[in-house]
Each structure stands twice: as structure tokens, then as C-alpha cells.
């Protein structure tokens, strides 16, 4: 009988556990949404043959690359902090990276993607992978908003952007907008 | 004890009694000892599929009646719903745990749908905040979160979810630019609940299908997780792999039907379907030490795991072959001396031509279908014999179109085999002739 008490007691902290996983990742986002600062990233059209499409928009932020400071070293796969800049359209702009988590600015975490190198093998612009590329919708409306997302892009030149809550770190895509107008309500008007 | 010899044993209790050696009382009390024969009777056997199956199906369908993102939902709300399936498992967990625990249905099904909701409430939250397909970290959090159900519920179905899941992450995160060596520790982290249960009863279908999932699973963890700086190692690896896992299904009771012995199945399996691809040459080109590759993006301590791999597996292999050769069982060592044969060929590849070790892999598999043949025969199982006839009909028929080789070596080649059958038919019949005699 003591042996099922402990049981029990295993078996509540598990669930506990269990709870408590999901209960954390609402919270940090709820927190980032909250609190953090809004910043606007353009995008760029996608490729229309990804496999994975139907309840969401694959949305692809405009990445030019970072340069790397001078004597700095960084390798494909490297886990590093990107520090976020407001431009003079009001654009994001993602400034430098750094191997340390910064203070007092607007970051994110991820890792370096690809980069390009010098003749000497030395990395001189890091492209990150952006943790901010899919934007959920319901099933009916997403390819209906991946369609007019590309559209507008391609043939209309229209403005895409999503806006992005970026506190301590974490980041959570908060809208996807067609020229200043949220997509869902885009698609409703036109 | 098994199934099997309860069934025997309850078969003897009434000659036994009619013999005066028990009494009608001992043949009752041994059978309220031994318990059901048949593993429960059919219809329990049935309850318990169907249980698991309806609460693997429900939990299913719950996952895609929610992943339909219901647009006009608010936020707060959809995160609440996010965790009722969460919620809801656990209370069927809890209910089978406090009242149910006896019963193999609700505790497989109860666990296997409360990890199920793991999986939901965590994609649905995804879901919500936009957080994009991180899938690795998402399938390593759902599997770990799940395996405590495992052992806690004694559960074989979300046990076999665990290894293919976790086999998942391998893939996930060996494409993701990164290693899969964590895979191991999360696989040990399973074995001593497999290990539990085989214990318990090597044919129950707990054991008997988590063995299967084990044998499969590792088979695919080995190409997924290996770093590949070696080339040509994996035929060490595979061959290492395939002969241990035959001769260490061979360890016990072998009156069981195939099925019953999952590891003997896909070993035997394995070793014919590879030592066939090994009997080509393109395998063995450009491998070993002299094309060790040293660029970027091959992790070099992943590789001197590939390595220990080789190594155990090898070892492994060689002290049950070891053991079987103790037992005189030569038609075992034969099937299971694959990891010898190939680990010599690779490396024999290193200073020789390629060709020279096909032939001795084509001379091994063509010694195999021989010696089944011959086995069968002995054996008086068609079976058997058909099987060794299939094994050397294969590799003719392959050989026949295989155009690397010459027309001429290819003729000769096929002259001798064919003399070498008729010669065996003449010595076989002389044999029997003197027989006859006697």
C-alpha cells in the first residue's frame, strides 16, 4: 500500500508536470504580446511549392543579411542573439549579432542559418533563421491569404509586413497586414 | 512461466488425476494459481484492442477537430480549450489508476490517449502564438512529458509511441544541421520497461510487440544517427547489427511461431536482405580510413561515436556467436557470422580490389542457401529447404544480369554451380543407395 501512495504522489507531479509545460509557453507569449515592443518586418513573396501549406501562411521576412563586426568568428549553427533597430520608415531593422545576451536593447534568439565568408574563411554576413515565419490561420482562409499575401507581393507590389512583440529574447507574431490592413479584414473587403 | 507450458500443463491435470497422482482439488488449485491459459480468453483479448484502438481514434480525432483554428474564437478562449484534452486525459488516467488498474485495456488506452493530448495541447498553443515548426523540440518536450505514463501504467502502446517518436526527433534533428546522439540516452531511458516485460512474459503481446518496434526503430536510428566520416562503416554497423539482434533472438524457446520472436524474425531478415546488397560492388568502392572526410559539418565526436557503435555491435556479435558455437548450433553461427563476414570485407576493401570481396560475399550467401537446403532436408521441413532454394535461385538470377561482370567469368562461374548440384545429387543418391542396402 505504501507503494501505491508513492505512485500516486508520482503520478500527481507528473501531471503537474504535464500542466505546467503548456502553461509556461502561454505565459511567456501572453507576457511578450503584453509587454513587449512591437516591431514591423517586411516580407518577401514565398516559395509557392512548400509541402506544408493549408493552415497557415508561410510568411518570408525580408533577410539581407547581418554583417559580421570585424574579429568576430561564427560558424554555421551557432546559437546567437540578434539585436533589433527601428528604421526611418519604421521598419525592423536587424542591426548585429552577438554571442552574449545584450542588454538594455530589443533581441532575439536563434541560430545562424548560412552565412557568407571571406577569402580567409572568415564569416562576414550571418543570415539567421527568423523564429517568426508562420502565421496560423483557419483552414478555409489560409490559402486564401497565402494567395492575395503573394499576389500583392509579386504582380501589385503592395506592402506586406507582419508585426512581431519582441520581449527578453522571445518573440511572437502578433498580424500579418496587407497595405496597413490586417489580412483577415483584407480579405473580407476585397 | 508461459502461456505455452500452462497450456500444457492444464492438458496433463486430468491424466494426472485419473492417474491418482493429484487430486481433482490440486488440478483446481493449480489452475487458480497458473491463472487463464490462453492469455484471457478471446473476448478479453478483443475488449482490450478495441479499447486501445477507440482511444487512440478519439484522440485523434480531437487533434483535428481543434487544429481546425477557429478564427472567431478569441485568444483567451482558445487557450483555454487548449487545455482540455490536456485535462481530460489526465482525469481518465486518474479514474484508471484509482479503479481500473487491473485492467489492461483502461490502462493502455487511458495512457495512450493522455499522451495523445500532450501532443494536442502543445501544437495547439503553437498554434496560437504563431510559434513556428520547431518540430525537433516539439517531439522531444511530447515525448518526454509522456514517458513517466509509460512506467507508471505499465502501458505498451504509448511505449511504442515513445520509440517511433523519439526515432522522429532523430531524423528531425540530424537534417536540422545538428547530431542525433542524444537519441541513445533517450532510448535507454525505455529499455528497462521493455526489459520488464519480457521478464514478465517473453510472448505476451506487450513484449512481443514492443520487441518489434525495438528491432525496427533501432534499425532506423542506426542510418539516421550515424555521422557518415568513415565511409563504408555503416556495412560494419548494419551487419553488426543484424547478426546480434538474430542471435540474440535465438537465445530462448524457439518452438514459438515467427511473430513470437521479433528480434530471430527481422535478424534472419536483415542478414539475407544485406549480405544480397553486399554481394554487389558498389558498397564496397572508395571506403575506409583512405576517404576519411574532415570538412565542416560532420561533428567530429558524433563520429567517434559511429565508431564505439561498430565496435560494440561487433563484439556483441562475436560473444553470442561465442556461445552458439559452444552449443554446436552451426546453422545459427552460419546466419549469425554476417557481422564477421562483412567486418573482414571491409577490411580487406582497404588494400584490395572491391571484387575480391564481393566474391567472398557472394561464396557466404551462396554457403547460406546451401546450407539451408541441407538443413531443411535434414530437418525434414519443406520450408526450410524451399527458403535455402529461393536463396540461391535469388542470388543466380542477380548474378545472371549483373553486367559489371563478364560474360565469360559469369559463364564459368555458372557451369561450376550448376556441376557442384549435380555432383551433390550423385553423392546424396550413393548415400541413400547404401543405405538401402544396409
Request: net charge positive; hydrophobic share 45%.
Amino acid at each position: 500500500m505504501k507503494n501505491r501512495k508513492w505512485m500516486f504522489v508520482l503520478l500527481m507531479s507528473l501531471f503537474v508536470i504535464q500542466l505546467s509545460v503548456p502553461a509556461y509557453m502561454i505565459g511567456n507569449r501572453e507576457m511578450t504580446l503584453r509587454y513587449g515592443k512591437q516591431f514591423k518586418f517586411k516580407a518577401e513573396p514565398i516559395d509557392p511549392f512548400d509541402a506544408f501549406r493549408g493552415r497557415y501562411v508561410e510568411v518570408n521576412i525580408r533577410n539581407e543579411g547581418i554583417d559580421v563586426a570585424e574579429g568576430e568568428k561564427y560558424m554555421t549553427g551557432d546559437r546567437v542573439f540578434v539585436l533589433l533597430e527601428t528604421d526611418a520608415q519604421g521598419f525592423a531593422l536587424m542591426k548585429s549579432i552577438s554571442k552574449e545576451r545584450p542588454k538594455g536593447t530589443d533581441y532575439f534568439e536563434t541560430r545562424i542559418y548560412y552565412g557568407s565568408f571571406k577569402e580567409d574563411g572568415v564569416m562576414d554576413k550571418a543570415y539567421v533563421r527568423i523564429p517568426f515565419s508562420r502565421y496560423y490561420m483557419e483552414e478555409s482562409l489560409a490559402p486564401k491569404a497565402e494567395e492575395e499575401y503573394n499576389r500583392s507581393i509579386r504582380e501589385q507590389n503592395k506592402e506586406v509586413y507582419v508585426t512581431v512583440r519582441v520581449r527578453n529574447g522571445s518573440t511572437v507574431l502578433e498580424g500579418l497586414f496587407i497595405e496597413g490592413v490586417r489580412v483577415e479584414e483584407y480579405l473580407k473587403k476585397y | 512461466m508461459s502461456r505455452k507450458n500452462i497450456k500444457w500443463l492444464y492438458e496433463e491435470i486430468p491424466g494426472l488425476i485419473s492417474k491418482g497422482i493429484l487430486t481433482e482439488e490440486d488440478g483446481e488449485r493449480l489452475r487458480s494459481f497458473y491463472g487463464e491459459a490462453e492469455g484471457g480468453n478471446g473476448l478479453k483479448t478483443v475488449l482490450t484492442v478495441f479499447g486501445i484502438l477507440g482511444a487512440i481514434l478519439i484522440g485523434a480525432g480531437i487533434i483535428l477537430i481543434l487544429a481546425k483554428n477557429w478564427s472567431e474564437m478569441p485568444r483567451g478562449v482558445r487557450t483555454v480549450v487548449s487545455f482540455i484534452p490536456l485535462l481530460s486525459g489526465q482525469g481518465l488516467a486518474l479514474y484508471t489508476y484509482m479503479k481500473r488498474s487491473e485492467s489492461i485495456a483502461w490502462r493502455e488506452g487511458s495512457a495512450s490517449f493522455l499522451m495523445i493530448s500532450i501532443g494536442t495541447a502543445i501544437s495547439l498553443i503553437g498554434q496560437t502564438y504563431n510559434i513556428p515548426g520547431d518540430f525537433d523540440g516539439f517531439v522531444l518536450t511530447w515525448m518526454l512529458l509522456a514517458l513517466p505514463l509509460v512506467y507508471l501504467f505499465g502501458a505498451a502502446i504509448p511505449g511504442i509511441f515513445y520509440m517511433v517518436g523519439i526515432t522522429a526527433w532523430a531524423a528531425a534533428a540530424q537534417g536540422n544541421n545538428g547530431n542525433a546522439l542524444l537519441f541513445w540516452v533517450l532510448l535507454v531511458l525505455v529499455v528497462p520497461f521493455i526489459y520488464g516485460k519480457v521478464r514478465e512474459d517473453i510472448y505476451s503481446n506487450s513484449a512481443v510487440f514492443l520487441r518489434w518496434a525495438l528491432a525496427g526503430v533501432l534499425c532506423a536510428a542506426i542510418g539516421i544517427s550515424l555521422e557518415k566520416v568513415l565511409p563504408g562503416l555503416w556495412i560494419v554497423v548494419y551487419s553488426g547489427y543484424f547478426s546480434t539482434l538474430y542471435l540474440t533472438g535465438l537465445q530462448k524457446h524457439d518452438e514459438a511461431a515467427w511473430w513470437q520472436q521479433p528480434f530471430k524474425t527481422v535478424g534472419a531478415l536483415g542478414i539475407l536482405i544485406f549480405s544480397f546488397l553486399l554481394t554487389y560492388e558498389w558498397p564496397w568502392k572508395n571506403i575506409g580510413w583512405n576517404y576519411y572526410r574532415h570538412s565542416e559539418g560532420f561533428n567530429e565526436a558524433a563520429g567517434y561515436f559511429d565508431l564505439i557503435i561498430a565496435a560494440a555491435v561487433i563484439l556483441i556479435a562475436l560473444s553470442m556467436l561465442y556461445k552458439i558455437l559452444k552449443r554446436k548450433d552451426y546453422f545459427s553461427a552460419a546466419y549469425g557470422s554476417l557481422a564477421v563476414v562483412s567486418t573482414i570485407g571491409f577490411v580487406l576493401a582497404q588494400y584490395t580490389d572491391p571484387v575480391a570481396v564481393t566474391i567472398i560475399l557472394n561464396l557466404y550467401l551462396f554457403g547460406l542457401g546451401i546450407y539451408t537446403v541441407v538443413k531443411g532436408i535434414g530437418d525434414m521441413k519443406l520450408g526450410t529447404t524451399n527458403g535455402g532454394m529461393l536463396i540461391i535461385a535469388l542470388l543466380a538470377v542477380i548474378r545472371f544480369f549483373d553486367y559489371d561482370i563478364e560474360y565469360l567469368v559469369r559463364g564459368i562461374a555458372f557451369i561450376l554451380a550448376g556441376a557442384g548440384f549435380l555432383a551433390c545429387n550423385v553423392v546424396l543418391l550413393r548415400k541413400r543407395g547404401k543405405k538401402n542396402e544396409k
